[in-house]
């Protein structure tokens, strides 16, 4: 029988991740049909145990179950066990299900290999306290930048995060008021760019040498990636390369096969999203 794999969320008919995965499966001849799954709010637990109680072998997690799946599985890999939010969740031989994060490895496959931005030694913002942001913290740790700034609506939620990852290296939560310098990176791990919002961000972040990265992607430059080109920033990165990237961590999870990220993401920029 055909294996299947889904993603689940809520809502979900604007992912992308069906069409990524296709395509992926496409290139690697492998037998398999990827589908998109909207789940109540309250109904998560019961739909992934169905889903796996038939043909189901794997499970992308988006918006807002992330943390909820890392609840729920029976094991998790050190990844996702430091971000406590898990987007991979993969069947095993014994029937038990496996949670993963693969974000945060998507997120670094973008900005260093794609987009050649380095992180080293460089000074990062980081805008949200959510899954999704729980998801990329260790990743980018891991390279060695000179210190990690947290923004949130809620500071308290900010602190707490940056508690948790403090003995990886220097990560720090700040309120927006408290933002008077520039610095290297900026990354917004926010939805607000979906309804059009902008985080209360001071220009004084953003200098001419600052790299900014929306999560969020659309057909034009969203919200907060025309507000920072505006202020004049070297370089805005939408987080459509994420999604490919992260997608092609699960796929090769899955598969056992890496899969051509490039070919499809180009794909996905002149096709879908022209």
């Known amino acids: 029988m055909t294996d299947l794999y889904a993603?689940?969320?809520?809502?979900?008919?604007?992912?992308?991740?069906?069409?990524?995965?296709?395509?992926?499966?496409?290139?690697?001849?492998?037998?398999?049909?990827y589908?998109?799954?909207?789940?109540?709010?309250?109904?998560?637990?019961?739909?992934?145990?169905?889903?796996?109680?038939?043909?189901?072998?794997?499970?992308?997690?988006?918006?807002?179950?992330?943390?909820?799946?890392?609840?729920?599985?029976?094991?998790?890999?050190?990844?996702?066990q430091t971000a406590e939010?898990?987007?991979?969740?993969?069947?095993?031989?014994?029937?038990?299900?496996?949670g993963d994060n693969t974000d945060g490895a998507g997120l670094v496959r973008d900005l260093v290999m794609n987009q050649k931005v380095d992180i080293a030694g460089k000074k990062l913002l980081v805008?949200?306290?959510?899954?999704?942001?729980?998801?990329?913290?260790?990743?980018?740790?891991?390279?060695?930048?000179?210190?990690?700034?947290?923004?949130?609506?809620t500071f308290e939620k900010a602190q707490l995060l940056a508690n948790s990852f403090e003995e990886y290296g220097d990560i720090k939560a700040k309120g927006f008021d408290e933002l008077t310098e520039p610095f290297d990176v900026i990354i917004n791990g926010t939805s607000a760019s979906l309804a059009g919002e902008l985080p209360p961000l001071p220009d004084a972040v953003i200098a001419q040498h600052t790299c900014v990265y929306d999560m969020m992607y659309g057909k034009e430059l969203t919200p907060f990636l025309q507000w920072a080109q505006q202020q004049g920033a070297e370089k805005v990165i939408d987080g459509l390369g994420m999604l490919v990237e992260q997608a092609a961590v699960s796929f090769e999870i899955w598969r056992g096969v890496k899969p051509n990220s490039i070919e499809v993401l180009q794909d996905l920029r002149e096709h879908l999203l022209a």
């Open 127 to 153: 805008i949200g306290a959510g899954g999704a942001v729980r998801g990329i913290l260790q990743p980018f740790l891991e390279q060695a930048p000179e210190s990690i700034t947290i923004v949130n609506r």
């Open 85 to 98: 939010a898990v987007n991979t969740l993969v069947l095993q031989e014994d029937g038990t299900i496996m």
């Open 35 to 80: 589908s998109a799954m909207l789940v109540p709010t309250e109904g998560f637990e019961p739909a992934v145990k169905d889903f796996f109680k038939g043909h189901g072998r794997g499970l992308n997690i988006t918006v807002p179950f992330k943390e909820k799946a890392y609840q729920l599985a029976n094991s998790l890999t050190p990844r996702a």
């Open 7 to 33: 993603v689940m969320g809520n809502p979900i008919n604007h992912s992308k991740s069906p069409t990524i995965h296709s395509k992926f499966a496409e290139q690697a001849k492998q037998d398999l049909v």
